[in-house]
């Protein structure tokens, strides 16, 4: 066999393991050649209670979040209630809530029952790959925060 001719076979073995060295890697399939998303793994619907515990110290202790709708729409209603202990006294709870595209600051306001802080928002982005917040609970120099990773 001359040169150009063992060369020739070398590309092309070469060539047929990197195909199937590549087609055994996870994650590369007929999806991705075609850049292609999969399906959105289905979520909870309605309203979903967290019990929680942002941790030990002389800061605020927030112990429970409600989202209610827990999977709305573009253009729908979405409602949170925090509980925060009523020791120390809390100046500020807010939401950063992350979404496919970006991320958005919600802040609280207190209700009339101690402890207890709410808002609501109408939702402007979908939440099908990434749905996440981090609550955050202000008294003086101390915060207290709770990661809740939903998708």
Do not use: C
């Amino acid at each position: 066999m001359n040169s150009l001719k063992k060369r020739e076979a070398l590309g092309m073995i070469v060539a047929v393991l990197a195909v199937v060295i590549l087609s055994t890697l996870p994650g590369l399939d007929r999806q991705d050649a075609r850049n292609e998303k999969p399906a959105p793994t289905p979520i909870a619907q309605g309203e979903q209670t967290y019990s929680v515990w942002s941790g030990e110290g002389s800061g605020p202790k927030i112990t429970k979040v409600v989202v209610n709708s827990f999977d709305p729409k573009r253009g729908e209603r979405q409602t949170m209630i925090i509980s925060v202990g009523a020791e120390p006294a809390v100046g500020a709870v807010k939401v950063a809530l992350k979404t496919d595209n970006g991320e958005k600051t919600y802040e609280f306001e207190k209700a009339i029952s101690s402890g207890l802080w709410g808002a609501s928002w109408v939702v402007e982005d979908t939440h099908d790959y990434i749905y996440s917040a981090r609550v955050e609970a202000i008294s003086g120099k101390d915060t207290a925060k709770v990661d809740l990773s939903f998708r």
